[in-house]
Each structure stands twice: as C-alpha cells, then as structure tokens.
C-alpha cells in the first residue's frame, strides 16, 4: 500500500460560527469528486448539512430578593418577596415554563422559558414585571428575559450606605458554569477576593452581594463572564433614603462595548421633585458610562423624543472608571438615548420619580442591540407601557407591530425615534424594523421600569461542506 492511500484529506464547513471537520480518506476520493462531475464540470463536490432542530430557551429575572427571610433574620441569604408576572411569546407551538432552583445563597424563583423544536428552530421572548411594597422594599421593576451566554454587561447598581446590589446568575445548562465578576466603580477596577471562579450548578440561581465586593461605592458597573454553562445575568437594586424606601429596579444586560449605543427607551419625570428631601444626591437622572480600554472617550449623548425634542451633552469618560453624567433640566418625558464615542464603552441610564404615595422609584434603563428585519416579543403588565422604536440607520423605516388580528404600522424617520402604546401580555410580532433599536417602558403613579426589546436569537442554517 502506498503512502498516499494511508493518508488523510480534512474537509471544513465554511460559512459559520462553527467549523465542522469531516475526515475521508483518501482512497475513497476520485478525481471526479475533486474537480466535479460530469453534469456539473469544475465544481468542487460538497455535500449540504442541515442541523437539527433545537429547543429555544430565554431566562427571566425572578421576583424582588432581600437580603433576609421573612422575619428579618439570616441576612447572608436572599429570599423573595411577592412574585413577578411574565408575558411570553415564541414563533413555534407553545411556550413551556420551569422554575431554576435556588443555591445556598438564595434565588429570585427565576423562570426558564422553553420553546420546543419543531420542524425548525423557533424563537422564544417574554419579560417579566413586578410592583412590590413590603417594608423597605417598595417600588416597580421590569425586564426582559434573555438568552443565555458567556458574556453580560450590567450597567448599573450602588452599594453606598442604604443601597442593596444583588447579582442574579442563573445556569439553565445541565453541566456547571464557572462565572467570573469584573466590578468597576468610580475609582477603577476592584480588587476583591470571590470575584472568580464562582460555580453555579446545572438548572440553578446563584445570588451575589455586589457589597460583598465593594462598599459605599455609588456608581458600578459589572461584567460578568462565564465557562462551562452559559449564564443569564442581572442585577436588582433597591433604595432606603435614611428610613424612607427610594425604589427598587431590575438592571438587564446591555450591548458589548462599542463607540455607538442606544438606549431606546428612558422615561423622565419630576426630576427636580424626586430629589427633595434626606439622602437623594443620588436621585438625579444619570447616563452611567464606563470604558474598558485604556484611552479616554469623547462622548456625545443624543437626547431625543417621538416628537422631535431633545438636546445633546457632551462628556468626557476616562478609561477604567466609572463615569455618571448628570441629566438635569429635562422636561418630562419619553426619550430615547444615543451615544456616540470615540473609544468602545458601555452605557447605561439611571432616573428617579415621585410616586403617588410621596416616596420615589427609581428605573435602570439598558442599552439594546439592533433588531432583525422581524422579532417576537411581549410586554408584561404594567401601568401605560409604550414602545420606543429608534432609527439610527440612514433610511426611512415603516414597522408593523401585530398582535393577534391587531395590528398597527409606525413610520420612523431616520434619525428620530417614534413611541407608541403597546397592549400588555399578548405576543407581538414587530416587522420591518431592520437596523432599528427598541424599548419598552413604564410609567405609572406606583413607579417607573423598562426594558430593551431583545433581537432574534441566532439560529444555525444549513452548512454547505466542501473538500
């Protein structure tokens, strides 16, 4: 036998995220299988794969956590109080729901979204809400469930005296996931033992103090990677001034750093009434920034509404620290925020409200990536949700929002942000809006909330595998 046919030839897929090696030897390969056939000449032969079809799956933040049970004991443990509501939607035949268990250090009760394959891959949505008023815990949240992944920037938190910052790591995977925390605050990175190699087990939650890291730091930013099982992370917040509650809110992942971000959705009301009274340096609107480079940033902050009001800030963030850009003197309003930079960042918004019952609530409000031409989503209850719809691309866009037999078509200039009312727990199906950006808020007499529409998740397509 010769040396040439105890050799081997390895094939690739091209094309994809993922390469597919495909060993044949080359005994096996003539000459027509490298240069073709004889009704299709000077074509390499290849051979098409088409995946299987995969269950699609979204995570979604749980219900508020203390950091104590219900009789204020055991303050190393997170319980939860009351419950949250959730709106799903999927493409496919039905959305089954599941509960991840919690760990030692306690759990939100998070909700596994699944939708089942069929003959295709489908998509999965929802979010999730909650108004809450149990002793120091009183306010609304919102937020979106999302994908599981190795790679989740939260834009937000506090751990200054009255301040409570939990972390939520939820593992919906069936093997570990070894998680690590990269905390920022106004002073640069920090240094803290815990913050690596943190394990949370298969189809579990994993609760994580934020002052088990840093104390009395009032601007954060985390970043939180993860090996083995991928993880959905966010973080809740909530507020006592002195001895009166300041609000609770749930802070969702934002895109990756990049020199453009957009946060769709951002609602500012009494700005200058919610910050009367002991201990509110802190309830101001704020753009938080950070830069995880090495080179400042100049930053352009676009301010702007559906109605074609707005301003533009301009700033300056330093690398490696985090940068709080004050938002004062803003008439009410629902805007939509575009930040432009010379250096990556991430970015997130921060406002406080007056409530009906003279307290405030405070709401985080994340940066979004942009959607496809057609996404799912759902709206969980809420007092007057509305729909950012922003367009930063160079052409006119015409979005179709459908919900049922329902259905509602909005023009969004290029450059301008259009907002529109959206029912609540019913699926949405949201077409034609390419390239745009998308957020939902809340604003009512018991809080403010929101969160960003989240794109489709990436799906494998048939892969064309060549010599």
């Not at 803003?330 to 575009?338: I, L, Q």
Request: hydrophobic share 35%.
């Amino acid at each position: 036998m010769s040396t040439t046919t105890g050799s081997v030839r390895r094939w690739v897929v091209r094309g994809t995220a993922t390469a597919v090696a495909v060993v044949v030897a080359a005994g096996a390969v003539t000459a027509a299988h490298a240069i073709g056939t004889e009704s299709t000449p000077a074509r390499p032969a290849g051979r098409t794969v088409t995946p299987v079809p995969a269950d699609a799956q979204r995570v979604c933040a749980g219900s508020a956590l203390r950091l104590s049970d219900d009789s204020g004991n055991d303050a190393t443990t997170a319980s939860t109080v009351g419950s949250s509501k959730v709106a799903t939607a999927t493409t496919g035949s039905r959305v089954d729901r599941s509960t991840l268990r919690s760990s030692a250090t306690g759990g939100s009760d998070p909700q596994l979204l699944t939708a089942p394959a069929g003959e295709s891959t489908p998509q999965v949505a929802g979010s999730t809400s909650q108004s809450v008023s149990s002793g120091d815990l009183v306010g609304f949240a919102a937020a979106s469930c999302d994908d599981p992944g190795q790679s989740t920037w939260l834009v937000g938190g506090s751990t200054e005296t009255g301040r409570t910052s939990l972390v939520t790591l939820s593992n919906p995977t069936d093997v570990n996931a070894t998680v690590d925390l990269a905390v920022y605050d106004s002073s640069g990175t920090v240094s803290a033992p815990g913050t690596t190699g943190i394990v949370v087990a298969p189809n579990t939650q994993k609760v994580v103090p934020l002052s088990g890291f840093v104390s009395d730091q009032g601007s954060t930013v985390v970043h939180v990677t993860s090996s083995g099982g991928q993880i959905v992370a966010h973080m809740q917040e909530s507020i006592v001034r002195t001895l009166v509650p300041g609000g609770y809110d749930i802070v969702s992942g934002g895109a990756a750093p990049a020199r453009t971000q957009i946060i769709p959705s951002v609602v500012l009301r009494d700005a200058q009434q919610a910050q009367r009274g002991d201990d509110a340096a802190d309830a101001a609107p704020v753009l938080r920034l950070f830069v995880p480079g090495d080179r400042a940033a100049r930053v352009t902050l676009g301010i702007t509404t559906a109605d074609g009001g707005g301003s533009t800030v301009n700033a300056t963030a330093e690398p490696g620290v985090v940068t709080d850009v004050a938002l004062d003197d803003f008439p009410d309003g629902r805007y939509s925020f575009a930040v432009t930079s010379t250096e990556p960042v991430v970015a997130g918004a921060r406002t406080t409200v007056p409530t009906d019952d003279d307290r405030t609530d405070l709401g985080w409000f994340a940066s979004a990536e942009p959607l496809g031409d057609e996404a799912v989503t759902a709206v969980a209850p809420g007092g007057d949700p509305k729909m950012n719809l922003v367009n930063p691309t160079r052409s006119d866009a015409r979005v179709t929002i459908r919900s049922g037999d329902r259905e509602q078509q909005v023009d969004v200039a290029s450059g301008s942000t259009a907002t529109v009312q959206v029912p609540v727990s019913t699926q949405l199906v949201v077409t034609g809006a390419e390239g745009l950006v998308a957020g939902v808020s809340y604003d009512a007499d018991d809080g403010v909330g929101g969160f960003p529409v989240r794109p489709e998740t990436e799906v494998s397509t048939p892969l064309r595998v060549y010599p």
